[in-house]
């Protein structure tokens, strides 16, 4: 048995990995510019004798860069396999066992990105002001909150950051199911292939 739709699970592949790729690299992006942020933001601070500062909220900045970059760069690691393994128990295992167990882990992480998801919608629900009763129940973003919550030096909106991340945790959630049908496959063929 070849599988179940190899053929689409190859094209279905090859189109996640490419897009994961490019979010890994804005997040890259979004870690690198908090990095040099960071360290304008310091020199600032050793220089407010020459009348330069801090950029003010730049922790605010950081964690909210630190978190999109995160949930960016999830799917590229999982699309690969980049998740630790113990390899020196299991490269003793037979390679249909070794399969199958990467399925198992496949399917625990899928399990776990949707649930991971899940919460980070909830909390993106709660701190949202906008929406009607109808909508917010529709898509179960929850009550309505009573103010909307900012952060404390720039009044940015906490759900920003919450909305940003989704975009990843989301698309991780797409890839975990992904790598379980690809799983899958190779387990009913007995091999692991090696995706372009």
């Known amino acids: 048995m ?16 490419r897009l994961s790729r490019w979010l890994a690299y804005a997040g890259g992006v979004a870690l690198s510019a908090a990095a040099v942020m960071t360290v304008i933001s310091i020199i600032g601070r050793a220089m407010i004798w020459v009348g330069l500062g801090p950029i003010p909220g730049d922790f605010e900045l950081v964690e909210l860069a ?13 699309i690969n396999r980049g998740q630790v393994t113990v390899d020196i128990l299991v490269d003793a295992f037979p390679a249909r066992l070794r399969i199958f167990l990467g399925m198992l882990g496949d399917l625990a992480m899928a399990i776990a990105s ?26 179960a973003l929850g009550d309505k909150p009573y103010y909307p919550e900012t ?23 797409v890839v975990c199911l992904y790598t379980v049908w690809r799983a899958l496959n190779w387990t009913l063929r007995g091999r692991e292939e090696v995706q372009l």
């Open 2 to 17: 070849n599988g179940i739709a190899p053929n689409a699970e190859a094209r279905v592949g090859r189109v996640l990995k």
């Open 114 to 139: 949707i649930v991971i998801a899940w919460r980070l919608w909830l909390g993106m629900g709660e701190r949202m002001p906008f929406g009607s009763d109808t909508l917010r129940d529709l898509l």
């Open 66 to 78: 630190t978190a999109v970059a995160v949930f960016s760069f999830l799917p590229w690691s999982q």
């Open 151 to 173: 952060t404390f030096i720039l009044r940015m909106p906490v759900w920003w950051g919450y909305a940003l991340a989704m975009v990843g945790a989301a698309f991780f959630a």
